[in-house]
């Protein structure tokens, strides 16, 4: 999934957070946190932004590809990870819909660039982000279903039955 190769591709951008911390997890620096923060989480979300739009289709079908796998070539884990994709996207896509009405209340005049939108985009983005990081940590199970579903061996065609004809000849094709 691009959200997961994204993370980590760039994990050492932001893997530095544990170094930047106190022990009890406290930044050093609380504006510079804030800004990888904030451009982690944007980051995220444009990576989620392509995939975000098919996701229901994506794990819908798998779902239907895990129930019709053989158990050999299937993960214990798998539907857990799909629980986990759902609910996620239910509440990215609650969030959505909030970040729309924040945009609609916002004063007129205030668009993308202000600091009052950037501001709001931002808080939209922190929101979003462990929905978006529980895709990018389990969104690999949508290809691993379909890569295990390329595997199977395919079901057994229906033989073809030969067409029925009436007797017409013969001795039992007779009268009686």
Request: glycine content about 6%; charged content about 25%.
């Amino acid at each position: 999934m691009h959200v997961s190769l994204y993370l980590v591709e760039h994990s050492e951008e932001y893997a530095d957070t544990e170094f930047n911390t106190d022990l009890d997890g406290w930044p050093f620096d609380q504006d510079a946190y804030g800004r990888r923060a904030a451009v982690r989480d944007a980051d995220t979300a444009a990576a989620f932004a392509g995939i975000h739009p098919g996701a229901r289709q994506l794990l819908a079908t798998a779902r239907l590809q895990l129930q019709h796998l053989p158990a050999h070539l299937t993960r214990d884990s798998w539907p857990g990870q799909l629980t986990i994709l759902e609910e996620a996207l239910s509440h990215l896509d609650a969030l959505d819909a909030r970040w729309q009405e924040t945009r609609a209340q916002l004063p007129e005049g205030t668009g993308p660039g202000s600091a009052a939108y950037v501001d709001a985009l931002d808080e939209h983005h922190a929101e979003c982000w462990s929905y978006l990081h529980d895709w990018a940590c389990h969104g690999r199970v949508v290809l691993d279903i379909q890569a295990a579903a390329r595997r199977a061996p395919s079901r057994p065609k229906r033989p073809q039955l030969p067409a029925l004809t009436t007797r017409r000849s013969g001795h039992g094709a007779r009268g009686r």
